[in-house]
């Protein structure tokens, strides 16, 4: 259903948050006041205000389960939040961390030289207290992204097929890099199921808890992300491994990874019980500063495509008994059902 222009309030919310000199905008960048003005006329809009907020939806749906860090930013975002995210005035392109459940495509040049990406896989046999990796927890999310409740994703257009439409929609020029990006997104989302997974995009946080809790036929469960500050996001440094423990068994797992758009998209992979580790790390950087990861070891590679980037990097087969790991980026979300650690 396309969203109708009776929903669009002459002037919304972060418009005139924007005129107070609360959010700070470039003059010159009419495209992105048209199109946040858009966004949040429609989040504003008194239908949408009776509606549940995504984080009454989240305590509704989940009181025994914390909101993750990630999620928590986006309901909360701070007035700055320097390396944090991706610079929307920035003219290189988003490189999805080849961490995604895609096993059956083979890894571009863009995964294979971005070492951000590649820094994140390991071997399990690698991980322990005293082990060091050189790590940087990037998100792809952009600085400008806005959160969307349900009903208002749910009114956008969200399909390849209708991309000039959304373009135009929310004022984005076709030939820039958002633009690509966005179709790669809708490309991804788009894309059969592996095998022993299911799928699904949430373009709402009252999405993607509805997709996990279905996924794991309960809704005792457990979210986390990987919690790091901005340095850690900024660049590169060299961790240490202070310690990590089991997270549960080997059960099934819902992965839930931002994906670059217009406004925030998680794509969600429900994977089979039986297929991987779940270890909670803490890591010290060489600068002190502190990251608790999450991380997350693949048993069973058999389908994966050869060339895919982590076999790549990590010089192992598909099928290989040495079980493949990866820390999350601090934009993913893991879901599992509660129980105690091992």
Known sequence: MEASEELVPKKGKR???????????????????????????LVAHPSV???????LYWKTALP???????????LHPPETSPGLWTSPESEEEVVVPGVTSIYYNAANAAQLGEMSSRSLFFLEKDLFPGATFDLQFK????????LLPRRVADALPFSSNKLPD???LLSIDPNSKEAREMSATLERCEGTANARETKHCATSIESMVDFALSALATDYVNAVSTVANATAAAEMQRYAVEGFERMGGEVLGVFCHAEPYAYVVFHCHAVGKGMMREYAVSLKGSDGSRVEAIAVCHLDTTSWNPQHVMLQVLHVKPGSTEP?????PSDHVLWTPRQQML
């Open 15 to 41: 418009a005139c948050r924007e005129e107070m000199g609360s959010v700070m905008v470039r003059r010159d960048d009419e495209t992105m006041v048209r199109r946040n003005v858009l966004l949040a006329g």
């Open 49 to 55: 205000a009776l509606a549940s907020s995504p984080e």
């Open 64 to 74: 025994n389960t914390p909101i993750p860090s990630c999620i928590h930013d986006l």
């Open 139 to 146: 998100r792809s999310i952009p600085k400008h992204a806005d």
């Open 166 to 168: 959304i373009l135009a």
């Open 324 to 328: 493949v790991c990866h820390f999350l």
